[in-house]
């Protein structure tokens, strides 16, 4: 969704409120597809301030994301701030303003960047889950399985021969 911001310019106080819902079922991360399971809301107001444009709002979202344990999807709500500077000038190359066409926010691209940078690293259903059997790939968070659990290196397995009693 664009929003267009060129009937600011030119005013000396210029400022426009932003009410935005976008309905999407998922974007990319970068590692893997996101589900949204409620629609993404943005409330905010944008204000130019000489030549840069100053997006302040409030993002809020419920996303699906897997458990890098147990790989079962769970939900993950996000109510987050965001800050962000817009500029249509070419002179204005610092880092932290994001540079526009034609007058025009993408306003999903600033939430979903805004978003992805609030999702967690390690991604877990509980700070609990047991995650699956490495062997078998049960679930142990519903029940144990009867694999053996001794995990020997095959490289020092030779090593175990010399402390047992012959």
Partial sequence: MNIDVSEL???????????????KESFYDGTETVMVSKPIEFNGVIRLVGDIFHLNGTITAELLLTCSRCLKKFPYSIEMDIKEKLSTSASNEESEIISIKNDKID?????????????????????????????????????QCSCDTVDVDPRLAQLKNLFSKA
Avoid at 9 to 23: D, H, L, P, Q, T
Avoid at 123 to 135: E, P, V
């Fill in 107 to 143: 306003i999903d691209e600033i939430l979903e960047n805004n978003l992805i940078i609030q999702l967690p690293v390690k991604r877990l259903c509980s700070d609990n889950c047991k995650g699956l059997c490495q062997q078998c790939g049960t679930d142990l968070n519903e029940g």
């Fill in 9 to 23: 310019k030119g005013k000396k106080n210029s400022k426009r409120n932003i009410n935005v819902v976008i309905e």
